[in-house]
């Protein structure tokens, strides 16, 4: 391997380290709510962020929450030696996107039917560090 080339490989790994994302697929709740709690977080640090998803009253910030948890879990892994509190974590990305619907055929008056349309949607959290002391 150049050199050139692997300097950028270390770089990249380098990034990566500072980076730990969790993925949340299937999740039986439309986008369009998801992204409601979803918007209430993102670029937060992660201590509000909890606190947030806490004392939100939605079903979706349960969700939520147990994915913010997994991605911390993920960070944790990936820096054993490091300390989460002067990481100074945040969610640098969440992206709500819409997964399989489930159609469903409601009976409606004088021989009708109804389209239901029943959303799921995938969630993907990536979460950044502030601190960029390590080496």
Same mark, same amino acid.
């Given at each position: 391997?150049?050199?050139?080339?692997?300097?950028? !490989?270390?770089?990249?790994?380098?990034?990566? %380290?500072?980076?730990?994302?969790?993925?949340?697929? *299937?999740?039986?709740?439309?986008?369009?709510?998801?992204?409601?709690?979803?918007?209430?977080?993102?670029?937060?640090?992660?201590?509000? &962020?909890? &606190?947030?998803?806490?004392?939100?009253?939605?079903? !979706?910030?349960?969700?939520?929450?147990?994915?913010?948890?997994?991605?911390? !879990?993920?960070?944790?892994?990936?820096?054993?030696? !490091?300390?989460?509190?002067?990481?100074?974590?945040?969610?640098?990305?969440?992206?709500?996107?819409?997964?399989?619907?489930?159609?469903?055929?409601?009976?409606?008056? %004088?021989?009708?039917?109804?389209?239901?349309?029943?959303?799921? *949607?995938?969630?993907?959290?990536?979460?950044?560090?502030? *601190? *960029?002391?390590?080496?």
């Amino acid at each position: 391997m150049g050199v050139r080339k692997r300097q950028m !490989a270390e770089r990249i790994k380098a990034e990566k %380290q500072q980076v730990a994302f969790a993925k949340l697929n *299937n999740c039986p709740t439309s986008p369009r709510k998801m992204r409601l709690v979803a918007d209430l977080v993102r670029g937060v640090q992660i201590e509000k &962020a909890l &606190a947030i998803l806490k004392f939100n009253p939605k079903e !979706a910030s349960r969700r939520l929450e147990k994915l913010l948890l997994s991605a911390i !879990a993920n960070w944790q892994a990936k820096n054993e030696d !490091a300390d989460i509190e002067d990481a100074e974590l945040f969610i640098k990305e969440i992206r709500v996107d819409s997964g399989s619907m489930l159609k469903r055929l409601r009976p409606a008056p %004088q021989g009708r039917a109804h389209r239901i349309r029943k959303r799921s *949607n995938h969630v993907t959290l990536v979460l950044g560090s502030n *601190n *960029n002391t390590q080496s």
